[in-house]
């Protein structure tokens, strides 16, 4: 509510009260109506100068009373906001940002998260086959803010057991401890760092309904060992990563001999007195650029299957490039192995790579992405060059739709059609 | 995608290490209440409504402050962003839970915001193309998505 201030009116006041006890003052007889006429015209003349003066005055008074509103105000508010700013600056110190749950006042399901992943596919051609490839869960525990426990389990093709098709496989399983600085450890078992798909291969993750021959048969994905590494990690994007780890296990007879994916012992009461060692590097300091190379030895990869000792280098390089739509990715793996029977099998060398050039683009449905692929592979299942065309629909970023057309050239050539559907969470 | 490393979990940032670094102190603390239409459009942008409904910000001249979290792989990121006059001015990752894909975190992916604001056509999208990162493809969309929406939050105060 705004006031007038009675000091600054009372001059005018004080005319208005004369003129009222003037008016009121017996008129002289000597007076004639014309001098009372002229006369009151006067009074009326002076009460409109003192109303506009009144006017004028409650105006001043008026702003300056929303001048000092205004500044009080103001102080107010930056008086509040120094108090807050003070606060919330000390209310932060030592504590977590948002989300975060002191260990003390949370119960262990606030540390322990749930994932996973899952893909099946159609393949139409000679073999015509619908498959629940994988099913697969992540269960990973934070037990305080430096040791986690990472874990994967899958059932592969959708039941398993004696005479089934399928298996449940415990495929991720160790414990991983932050040293500070950018540096890891882990025990356990876990994926073997090496190429592009065996760490990361959630079906939104890759173009193609099943995965590439190279990172089958010369890079064994899925390919989980046993053991403990050391990981660091710099500013500018380079890692490195050394694994001691239990070793391949491979046939040395029958139609799998020296088949390196035959070799794997998954950790299930496995051989362990050849281990491997393996050393990867990795560069993502260009966003959209990342490329990695990995190199493994182990004494012997035939461990208990030959009396010969068969060491093996194992030597991989990838490249994967996101930069706009384009995509390329590209690997190259080689197995040299030692020993008078690889090599008259003609198996002493096997390698193989691909280069998959891809576009992607969005949709008002979703992202579409188109690849080609060109594998040369030369092991002991397949030595042939492959060709594969297709696409990938994501009408979620976490859920992909495929469609793909593979050709194997060898000696008969072989080519189905592949419909994929997956997700991960 | 291809490798990160793996042991990357951390917290890299304490939020009043942010805002000193961002604001140059706390700035004044305010809070922001999402309305009905505020989580119609944090849908469009995360593809989910934002957990809450009361926002925490801080204000300092024409800049804002929001530590916002959005999950990666199967964990939240905190991440902080300072918006200045409408464009990203810095972006932080404070906490990163995942055991893979932390180089989000770093600052030669970080600076890709720099500068960027919402595209107007279509609406809410970032004005610049933010490149990936091998095998953090997850924790690169949550950054994306969450710079977006700090965005949009700061148009909504100071609308």
């Known amino acids: 509510m705004k006031s007038v201030s009675f000091g600054r009116l009372r001059p005018g006041l004080f005319g208005l009260v004369a003129l009222f006890i003037a008016s009121l003052t017996p008129v002289s007889e000597a007076q004639t109506n014309a001098e009372i006429l002229a006369e009151m015209g006067k009074m009326k003349a002076r009460i409109a100068e003192l109303e506009a003066k009144l006017a004028a005055t409650q105006q001043t008074a008026n702003e300056a009373e929303e001048k000092a509103t205004a500044a009080t105000e103001a102080v107010q508010t930056v008086a509040t906001e120094a108090i807050q700013s003070a606060k919330s600056l000390e209310d932060l110190e030592g504590t977590l940002p948002p989300g975060e749950i002191p260990l003390a006042e949370e119960g262990w399901w606030n540390r322990t998260s749930l994932g996973g992943y899952g893909e099946m596919h159609l393949t139409l051609g000679d073999d015509e086959q619908i498959d629940f490839h994988r099913y697969v869960l992540f269960i990973n525990h934070q037990f305080n803010d430096f040791i986690r426990f990472v874990s994967e389990i899958e059932l592969e093709h959708s039941i398993a057991g004696d005479g089934k098709n399928g298996e449940i496989e415990l495929e991720q399983a160790y414990v991983e401890l932050d040293l500070g600085n950018g540096l890891a450890a882990r025990g356990g078992m876990f994926l073997v760092p090496v190429g592009i798909i065996n760490e990361y291969h959630e079906p939104p993750t890759f173009f193609g309904t099943e995965r590439n021959f190279i990172e089958r048969e010369i890079i064994p994905s899925t390919w989980w060992e046993g053991g403990v590494g050391v990981n660091k990690r710099f500013d500018n994007g380079l890692a490195l990563d050394l694994s001691v780890h239990s070793g391949l296990d491979v046939p040395t007879s029958g139609s799998n001999a020296y088949r390196i994916r035959s070799g794997r012992q998954k950790v299930s009461e496995a051989s362990a007195s050849d281990w491997a060692t393996t050393l990867n590097v990795e560069y993502n300091g260009i966003p959209g650029i990342g490329v990695g190379a990995s190199a493994q030895y182990q004494s012997d990869i035939s461990q208990t299957t030959s009396s010969e000792s068969n060491s093996a280098w194992f030597t991989e390089a990838h490249v994967d490039i996101q930069r706009g739509n384009w995509g390329l990715r590209s690997v190259y793996g080689r197995w040299d192995i030692s020993g008078a029977s690889p090599a008259l099998l003609g198996l002493a060398t096997q390698h193989g790579f691909y280069v998959e050039p891809s576009y992607t683009f969005t949709t008002g449905l979703g992202d579409l992405g188109f690849f080609a692929r060109w594998s040369k592979l030369d092991s002991e299942s397949l030595d042939s060059d492959i060709y594969d065309v297709g696409l990938n629909f994501w009408p979620h970023e976490r859920v992909v739709l495929k469609a793909d057309y593979t050709k194997i050239q060898e000696a008969e050539d072989d080519d189905f059609i592949n419909f994929g559907i997956g997700y991960q969470f | ?159």
């Open chain 2, 1 to 159: 995608m291809s490798h990160a490393a793996f042991g990357q979990a951390g917290n890299y940032m304490s939020t009043s290490e942010f805002l000193r670094e961002g604001l140059g102190g706390a700035g004044a603390a305010g809070s922001f209440t999402l309305s009905s239409s505020d989580q119609a459009i944090a849908k469009k942008i995360l593809g989910h409504s934002y957990k809450g409904s009361r926002l925490r910000y801080w204000r300092s001249g024409k800049k804002t402050a929001w530590v916002l979290e959005e999950i990666g792989k199967t964990r939240p990121i905190t991440t902080g962003f300072i918006i200045d006059s409408g464009k990203i001015h810095m972006v932080r990752v404070l906490i990163y839970r995942e055991s893979h894909g932390g180089e989000v975190k770093n600052k030669f992916f970080t600076r890709q915001f720099d500068g960027a604001k919402l595209g107007s056509s279509p609406r809410y999208t970032l004005s610049r193309r933010i490149h990936g990162i091998s095998g953090a493809t997850l924790s690169v969309n949550a950054l994306r998505n969450l710079s977006r929406f700090a965005l949009y939050l700061d148009s909504r105060v100071k609308e």
